[in-house]
């Protein structure tokens, strides 16, 4: 009897053993594998690591690309392009301005009544759709339709369709445009869903003011408008006389500044009554070994359409912040099953869009249940522990605190450029402390800085940072809203042909 209790002890003694030996097996394993996904997430914060010495670097980096972009045509990856726009709005024009917004398959048409000593802006606002048939046919019809719109659009307003009194307008058109002067630039080619063979090589606002004859009405168009960063800088400079440059860092991402015409040495000869011009940077293209490059840059830049082109906005715009968290999930999904079996959706590009990784960024929620949503309804994965929540929130917080500083670290590069950062021209960007610091404004656009709480902080927080407290207490961010539309107006108003009348001239 004794030996059968015994034997039954050391069964359940061996039994219990492979048991804990199982437990701790697993133990061992999940730990490892969580050791793997911790290992991705630090490769990838060290790789995002955006010191103070490295972003001054990136400071330095974007100036010497603008001196070297306004030297010579394809001196640099910055395109530094002529807007020919040398009279910003100052507050006091006084009047009925108009524009149109012609960026896509609807357009819009606005009215501004401005009335000095810079007034309320509350426009008028109507937008219509395209027809299809319109977007590929001749041009001819497409701008008599729109001249059309603009003629019915007067008419229900308070400025007579009659008046004697030239109606100016500012003109956005968001196409591929080689600008000769302020109202008037070459269409290179069409994009999005327009294919109007018979408009390329031709003059752009020529064929909107031959429609407007045509229709009867006694409008000019007095700017051409290609870029929206010209618009949000007029409308930062309309409400604060300091501001110099704009930004806008919303899908995609550009910057204009107001720069010296002596400094525009590709173009020698350039005269403004101004002695000044706002420069369209195109700064998605800037590109600069200092900048912090990962893998999944890396592999997103090789599957874009655009390999080796528009790094800096791969980097930080809305458009691709999302896709880099995605593919850092992705990879921690092959490397562990801490999410679950992979996820097929996780294999798609831009599934993961930065509206919803911003969402579960600033998910303030204890169980993180925004995040956990987010996961199983747009990636299909679902059921996963917090501590795996807790991973994407971090995950997210590294993609877009490195952004939001490469932005800043852009911005503080134009202002290095003009001589309002307080270095003095000093390289490394360190403030001195004889250089009496001016005021500065900067317009901001775009969704990324306005909805995104966490984004916006990231990049006051780099701007302090770079350029020291004392001189960042003289630099102020200002958002603005529509400069494709009230900027335009704006543009109309100060290019007026009751005031100046395009006085830039080569000679």
């Known amino acids: ?30 730990r490892r594998k969580w050791n793997r996904v911790v290992g991705v997430l630090k490769e990838l914060e060290e790789s995002c690591e955006t010191t103070v010495g490295r972003l001054r670097q990136v400071v330095d980096a974007m100036a ?18 002529l807007t020919f726009v040398d009279n910003l709005p100052s507050g006091s ?8 917004d012609l960026g896509g398959t609807n357009f819009r048409v606005l009215r501004v009544e401005l009335g000095g000593q810079r007034s309320d802006l509350d426009p008028d606002v109507e ?58 630039g070459v269409l290179i080619k069409w994009t999005k869903a327009f294919a109007i063979k018979d408009m390329v090589g031709k003059e752009v606002a020529g064929a909107l ?3 407007l004859t045509r229709k009867g009405l006694n409008m000019r168009v007095a700017v051409l408008q290609v870029n929206d960063t010209v618009g949000t800088i007029a409308l930062g400079h309309y409400h604060d006389e300091d501001t110099v440059a704009a930004v806008i860092i919303g899908t995609g991402t550009n910057a204009c500044y107001w720069e010296r015409t002596d400094a525009i040495i590709k173009c020698q000869g350039l005269l403004t009554t101004s002695g000044s011009m706002v420069v ?39 458009m691709y912040l999302g896709d880099i968290v ?59 522990p917090l501590k795996a929540r ?24 134009i202002l290095k450029k003009i001589g309002r950062d307080g270095s003095g021209g000093i390289t490394g960007g360190r403030s001195r402390s004889d250089v009496k610091m001016r005021r500065t404004a900067v317009a901001v656009e775009g969704s990324l800085y306005t909805q995104y709480t966490m984004f916006r902080e990231y990049l006051h927080e780099a701007l302090h940072e770079i350029l020291g407290e004392d001189i960042a207490r003289h630099v102020v961010i200002n958002v603005t809203e529509d400069g494709s539309g009230i900027g335009a107006a704006l543009l109309a108003a100060s290019h007026s042909s009751s005031g100046s009348v395009d006085n830039i001239q080569l000679v």
């Open 390 to 413: 807790k991973l994407v929130v971090k995950i997210c917080d590294v993609v877009t605190r490195r952004a939001a500083r490469l932005a800043a670290a852009g911005i503080v590069g």
């Open 127 to 184: 937008q219509q759709p395209i027809p299809e048939q319109l977007m590929t046919g001749r041009s001819e019809d497409l701008f008599d339709f729109i001249a059309s719109s603009l003629y019915q659009f007067v008419e229900k307003g308070n400025d007579s369709v009659q008046s004697l009194v030239t109606k100016e307008l500012g003109f956005t058109f968001s196409f591929p445009v080689k600008q000769t002067s302020v109202s008037s």
């Open 209 to 211: 003011q031959q429609a």
């Open 64 to 81: 010497v690309e603008m001196h070297a972009g306004l030297a010579s045509e394809g001196g640099s990856k910055l395109k530094m392009l």
């Open 1 to 30: 009897m004794g030996k059968v209790v015994l034997g039954v002890s050391v069964g359940v003694a061996v039994a219990a053993c492979a048991v804990a030996a199982l437990v701790v097996g697993r133990r061992v394993k999940s």
């Open 326 to 384: 995605r593919r850092v999930i992705l990879r921690m999904s092959e490397e562990s099953d801490i999410f679950g079996p992979v996820s097929s959706r996780l294999y798609m590009p831009f599934a993961l869009r930065t509206p919803a990784m911003a969402a579960m960024h600033e998910d303030d929620s204890p169980e993180l249940m925004e995040v956990a949503r987010i996961l199983k309804d747009v990636l299909d994965i679902p059921d996963i």
């Open 280 to 318: 369209n940077m195109e700064w998605g293209h800037f590109w600069s070994s200092h900048l912090p490059r990962t893998s999944y840059d890396i592999e997103l830049d090789a599957e874009s359409p655009n390999p080796n082109d528009q790094g800096f906005e791969k980097m930080i715009s809305g």
């Open 93 to 100: 024009e006084k009047g009925i301005f108009y524009a149109l």
